[in-house]
């Protein structure tokens, strides 16, 4: 009987978490700089319904085609896995963990406080 209180219990909070914003970010826009191979990288990150939802580079300087790469497959790469640690684009490294960096740093005031 036990078992069985506890695991309706255990759905009825799952579904109540599920609710609502259920993202890990307040909504809104948030800028970030990290230091890229170049100079600074500052991106804007946007957030909806809880969730990274777009991410804009406004500046940078890194090595055009060298880094051209990074700045189209990493902002893409963390929106679709919801996390800012992805696989660094190979050639690009420096620039790709600048980027995720930057990301990483906007999203710091962000995160829900539990």
Do not use: W
């Not at 036990?2 to 609710?19: D, Y």
């Not at 090595?63 to 896995?81: C, H, M, N, T, Y």
Request: net charge negative; charged share 20%; proline share 3%.
């Amino acid at each position: 009987m036990k078992a069985i209180v506890f695991g309706v219990l255990g759905a009825f909070l799952l579904t109540l978490g599920s609710c609502g914003n259920g993202g890990k970010y307040v909504d809104g826009s948030y800028q970030g700089t990290a230091e890229g191979v170049h100079g600074p990288i500052t991106v804007e990150v946007s957030v909806k319904g809880g969730k990274i939802a777009a991410i804009d580079v406004l500046s940078e300087g890194e090595s055009e085609g060298v880094a051209d790469l990074a700045f189209e497959r990493i902002p893409q790469a963390i929106i679709k896995a919801q996390d800012t640690e992805v696989e660094a684009v190979s050639g690009a490294s420096s620039s790709s963990r600048a980027i995720m960096d930057a990301v990483s740093l906007a999203l710091e005031p962000a995160i829900k406080q539990k």
